[in-house]
C-alpha cells in the first residue's frame, strides 16, 4: 500500500481518541475524519494535549510529553459512519465504538474493503462473532483486533522463553487477575451484558490472548463458573454517591473512598452507585481451558481488590521447570490512579539448576500503560498497514479466538457443562 495512510476513527471516547493520539504521534497528519454521536470526549482529550494539560483523559492510551498538530482538533468530524466512510478519502479505520456495535461497523468498512483496526472484542454474542471472522478470515486487507498486552515487554519476554525451551514443555497454567480498579466498571456504561456481554469479554480477553501468545497453542475446551457477589442491587440506576443519603457510610461511597482511604473525589458519571438494578454482570469468574496436547489453565479475574492488591499474571508450569509472570512486579501509584513505580518481573526456576539458581528479569513500564505494551501494539499495527515485518502479531485471528473462549466460557456458566470451542480456523 501507499506509505502516506490516511486513517478515520468510529468512536472518539478515550479508547478511539487514544488510538488518534498515538497514530499522529507516530505519523503526523495520518488521521484525517472521526465519527461518533458527539465530539465531547474528542475536544476534552485532544483540547487537553493541545493545551499541554495532563493526558489522563485519554485512559488507556495516555501518552504523556506528546506534541500534536494544530489542527488536528478541526478534522472533519461527522454523526453518521456511513456518511463519513462514503465522503472521506481514507483507507483504513479505527473501530472504538460501543462493544454491541463492532460487527455492524466492520461489516460496513468491510464493504468498502477497507484496512480495518478494532478495538477488542471483536464482537459481543456468538453469533457476531462468528459473522465477524466468516468476513475477515479470509479478507484480503489489514485487519487488527487490539490486545495490548501481547506487545508488553515482559509478554514478549516470557512467550521467548517457552520457544526456547527453557522451562521445557508447558504443561499447566495458573493465571490470575485481580481488578484494583474494578468499581469503575460497575460506576459506568460496561456494567449491563446489552453493552459489553461479559466481564469475560473485558478484561479475560486479554489475559486469554497473553496465555495463548505464550504458550503457543489453541484451546479446544473450556469450563467456566461466575457469579455477582459484590455490586448490583436495588438501587435507583440514575443514584449517585452526593445525593445519596447513605454516602457516609455505604462501602463503595466515593465519599469514604476519599475520607479513609485517600483517593480523589469522583464526580459526574464517576459516582454512580455500584449497587444499581440494572447492574446484571458478574463480578468474579473462573475459568478452566483445556489446549492441543493435553495442557490445561486455570484462570480466575475478580473486581473489588482494594488498590495495593492488584494482581495480574501467572505461573507457567513446564516439564523442566517454572516461570513466574506477574505484571504487577512493584506498583506503587498514587491515588490518583498514576504510577509512581511500575515495573512487570519474570521468575524462572530450572529443574536442573543448582539449589540457590534462579532467573529473574524486571520490565519497567513507569510512565506507560498496559504495562509498556501500548505503544508497541500501535506501532506493529502501522507495521502492519506498511507491510513491514513485526514480532507483535495483533491480527484479526487472535481476535476470534479469544472472544470464543470468552463466549464459551459464558455459555458454560449457564449450562454448567463443558464447552467445546469447534474453532474454525
Same mark, same amino acid.
Given at each position: ?10 468512536? &472518539?471516547?478515550?479508547?478511539? %481518541? $487514544? #488510538? +488518534? ?9 495520518? @488521521? ?121 515487554? &515482559?509478554?514478549?519476554?516470557? %512467550? $521467548? #522463553? +517457552? ?9 499447566? @497454567? ?252
Amino acid at each position: 500500500m501507499a506509505d502516506e495512510l490516511k486513517i478515520a476513527c468510529i468512536g &472518539a471516547g478515550s479508547s478511539g %481518541a $487514544g #488510538h +488518534i493520539v498515538l497514530l499522529e504521534q507516530y505519523e503526523p497528519g495520518c @488521521v484525517v475524519a472521526f465519527c461518533d454521536i458527539d465530539r465531547t470526549r474528542f475536544d476534552k482529550i485532544i483540547g487537553g494535549y493541545l493545551a499541554g494539560s495532563a493526558a489522563a483523559e485519554s485512559g488507556d492510551f495516555r501518552t504523556d510529553g506528546v506534541t500534536l498538530r494544530a489542527d488536528l482538533a478541526d478534522i472533519p468530524f461527522y454523526t453518521d459512519p456511513d456518511e463519513m466512510l462514503d465522503k472521506a478519502d481514507i483507507d483504513t479505520v479505527i473501530i472504538a465504538s460501543w462493544c454491541s456495535t463492532h460487527y455492524e461497523m466492520v461489516e460496513k468498512c468491510a464493504r468498502r474493503n477497507l484496512n480495518i483496526l478494532l478495538e477488542k472484542p471483536i464482537a459481543i454474542t456468538g453469533t457476531d462473532v462468528d459473522k465477524c471472522w466468516a468476513l475477515l478470515k479470509d479478507y484480503p486487507k489489514v485487519a487488527t483486533v487490539n490486545f495490548t498486552m501481547r506487545g508488553a515487554p &515482559a509478554t514478549l519476554a516470557a %512467550a $521467548g #522463553h +517457552i520457544r526456547a525451551g527453557t522451562i521445557g514443555d508447558v504443561v499447566s @497454567v495458573q493465571y490470575v487477575n485481580n481488578v484494583h480498579y474494578g468499581d469503575g466498571y460497575f460506576r459506568s456504561w460496561m456494567r449491563t451484558r446489552e453493552k459489553i456481554g461479559s466481564l469475560l469479554l473485558q478484561k479475560a480477553t486479554h489475559d486469554f490472548d497473553v496465555i495463548n501468545t505464550i504458550i503457543g497453542r489453541t484451546p479446544v475446551s473450556v469450563a467456566a463458573f461466575g457469579s455477582r457477589l459484590v455490586y448490583g442491587g436495588d438501587m435507583p440506576n440514575d443514584l449517585t454517591c452526593d445525593v445519596c443519603d447513605r454516602k457516609d457510610t455505604c462501602p463503595m461511597s466515593v465519599y469514604r473512598l476519599q475520607q479513609e482511604g485517600a483517593r480523589p473525589m469522583s464526580s459526574g458519571k464517576g459516582q454512580k452507585c455500584v449497587y444499581a438494578s440494572e447492574i446484571d454482570i458478574d463480578d468474579n469468574h473462573t475459568v478452566i481451558i483445556n489446549y492441543e496436547g493435553g495442557v490445561t489453565a486455570s484462570y480466575s479475574q475478580s473486581f473489588c481488590a482494594p488498590q495495593r492488591g492488584g494482581r495480574r499474571g501467572g505461573f507457567f508450569i513446564g516439564t523442566a521447570g517454572t516461570m513466574e509472570l506477574q505484571y504487577y512486579g512493584e506498583f506503587v501509584e498514587t491515588p490518583e490512579g498514576e504510577a509512581l513505580v511500575g515495573n512487570s518481573r519474570i521468575d524462572i526456576m530450572q529443574r536442573l539448576a543448582k539449589p540457590e539458581s534462579s532467573i529473574r528479569e524486571v520490565y519497567d513500564w513507569t510512565g506507560e500503560s498496559h504495562f509498556g505494551g501500548t505503544k508497541p501494539g500501535m506501532r506493529a499495527k502501522l507495521d502492519l498497514l506498511h507491510s513491514r515485518p513485526t514480532d507483535v502479531e495483533n491480527t484479526i485471528r487472535e481476535g476470534y479466538i479469544s472472544a470464543k473462549m470468552c463466549i464459551a466460557a459464558e455459555e458454560s456458566i449457564e449450562t454448567g457443562r463443558v464447552v467445546e470451542l469447534d474453532l474454525d480456523l
